[in-house]
């Protein structure tokens, strides 16, 4: 392991416990402590002189100056990183791996371990409630609703970021903080930004965390209505091979005769993999010091709906591009049975055929696979016209008389489901738009989203960007959407639905 190997690894370290907001345990520490002594050595011996025996004391009296400038340095650097007070370290000759353990104590001391008890046990609790009122203030001040908000939020809801920082920095045994300007204040927060036990940056991830989740959760899609759900644990190509062969159906056996043996085929399915798409935002200087709290709020709610938002607009994709599937043909096609052969808007005739159609596919051995009508997809627009179809009782015959409607019986079992990307895909209003008829997910596979792990929340980490003023998030998530069986869905090509406005 070479020096900036060694360096890459105690930063791991760190930032492991700083996720956990925990202290270093004994063997992360053992390890820190050790690497720190390579790294001393290797930093010795890099700036060992190069001359040999001409001028031997000479040369130990450079290596020595060059040791301790270094040491300086070392020392000078980390503890401007940690806002720690170096003129101590430096005078009394403490060595690298001392002054680090030093600092390492420091900022862990309002970590105390969980074995300790009396006053510390509070404080700590006591920096919990707080972490989370502060959090919950952040939302409620933002306009965001929360069930059950943490006590002690409604009273820190009027706090600016500044206000914010400095009751953290306080608690934490800062002092003077009011006299500094915000620039300066920001400073002093960007030096906290590896410390697990730090205050301010966890408040502000536990703000966005939250607020990110509630984006998530009130996101305005539709896809999770009519596709399935399904789970994969890494990121290689899933080959799907699963009997499908004729084992519904039992011969008779006579008396005394013997069972006949059945071998169920595998047939081939389409292959399912993941895939991994975010993005990354940041609390900036000029945010904290303008107190924008929308980019710990607001913004990282947003984001996490995008990425919802995203995969609802790639599901309605693959329906009205209506690109080739797994077997090399357009999803809806005459091959496949699921495409109406002239577009309409919603009749009575259109709907009839198309619950024909759904109804009457087949597996690839030619048998029954009964998919029951379960929802109709429609672009904006659309909706109206199905409502008045399903839910009259009676319909005008060519007599102007009065007849039963045979498609009431579907009310209550056929969902509409109405969403204006299919508008915005086909080109907005002016255009000819899709619509289709979908079957119950339990009975057919058709379009499937995948998560990896099963995790549909996206995940959310705080880093550091060299070079950048403020603090960074990275915003992720993994899925991918895959068409399972064509079987399950009957498009029409539809109508063209005008502009209401024009």
């Known amino acids: 392991m070479n020096l900036e190997q060694m360096i890459q690894r105690q930063q791991e370290l760190i930032n492991t416990a700083r996720a956990a907001q925990r202290e270093l345990t004994a063997e992360e520490q053992t390890e820190f402590d050790s690497l720190q002594r390579s790294i001393d050595a290797a930093r010795a011996v890099q700036a060992a002189p190069t001359a040999q025996a001409e001028q031997p004391v000479q040369d130990n009296t450079n290596a020595i100056r060059e040791q301790e400038r270094n040491r300086i340095r070392e020392i000078g650097a980390m503890c401007e990183h ?38 510390a046990e509070v404080v700590t609790d006591e920096q919990d409630k707080f972490r989370n009122a502060a959090s919950d203030a952040l939302l409620l001040r933002a306009g965001i609703e929360l069930e059950n908000p943490a006590e002690g939020a409604n009273e820190l809801r009027a706090m600016s970021l500044r206000d914010m920082a400095i009751e953290s920095l306080e608690r934490e045994g800062e002092s003077g903080l009011n006299r500094k300007s915000s620039d300066e204040l920001f400073n002093t927060l960007q030096r906290q930004f590896y410390n697990p036990t730090a205050a301010f940056p966890s408040i502000l991830d536990n703000a966005i965390n939250k607020a990110y989740v509630e984006g998530h959760k009130t996101a305005a899609v539709t896809f999770d209505q009519f596709t399935k759900k399904g789970s994969l644990k890494d990121f290689k190509t899933v080959d799907n091979n699963y009997i499908a062969g004729p084992v519904g159906e039992f ?97 009575q005739a259109a709907m009839q055929a198309m619950i024909t159609a759904l109804q009457t596919q087949h597996d690839e051995f030619g048998q029954a696979i009964i998919v029951r009508p379960a929802s109709i997809v429609v672009p904006a627009g659309m909706g109206f016209d199905i409502y008045t179809l399903f839910n009259s009782p009676t319909i005008n015959t060519s007599g102007n008389t009065q007849a039963v409607n045979p498609l009431y019986r579907y009310a209550n079992q056929i969902q509409v489901i109405e969403d204006p990307t299919i508008n915005v895909l086909s080109g907005g209003f002016g255009n000819v738009m899709p619509w289709f008829l979908l079957g119950a997910k339990d009975d057919t596979d058709f379009i499937e989203v995948d998560y990896l792990n099963g995790q549909e929340v996206p995940t959310i980490r705080r880093m550091e960007t060299p070079g950048q003023l403020g603090y960074v998030w990275d915003i992720y998530l993994d899925w991918g959407i895959s068409v399972m069986d064509f079987r399950g869905a009957i498009k029409n090509p539809g109508v063209a639905i005008n502009d209401p406005l024009a």
């Open 251 to 347: 011969l008779e056996v006579p008396e005394g005769g013997e069972l006949k043996h059945d071998v169920p085929r595998d047939e081939k399915r389409p292959t399912r993999k993941l895939k991994t798409y975010g993005r990354q935002f940041t609390l900036s200087r000029q945010a904290f010091i303008n107190d924008d709290i929308d980019l710990v709020t607001r913004i990282p709610a947003r984001y996490a709906a995008a990425a919802r938002k995203t995969i609802n607009k790639q599901v309605y994709q693959i329906l009205v591009n209506n690109s080739a599937i797994y077997d090399g043909t357009p999803l809806f096609s005459a091959a496949h049975k699921n495409l109406m052969t002239s577009g309409s808007g919603i009749t």
């Open 82 to 119: 940690f806002g720690v007070e170096a003129r101590e370290f430096i005078d009394n000759g403490t060595s690298v791996e001392d002054a680090r353990r030093s600092i390492m104590e420091k900022l862990m001391q309002t970590s105390a371990p969980t074995s300790q008890r009396g006053s």
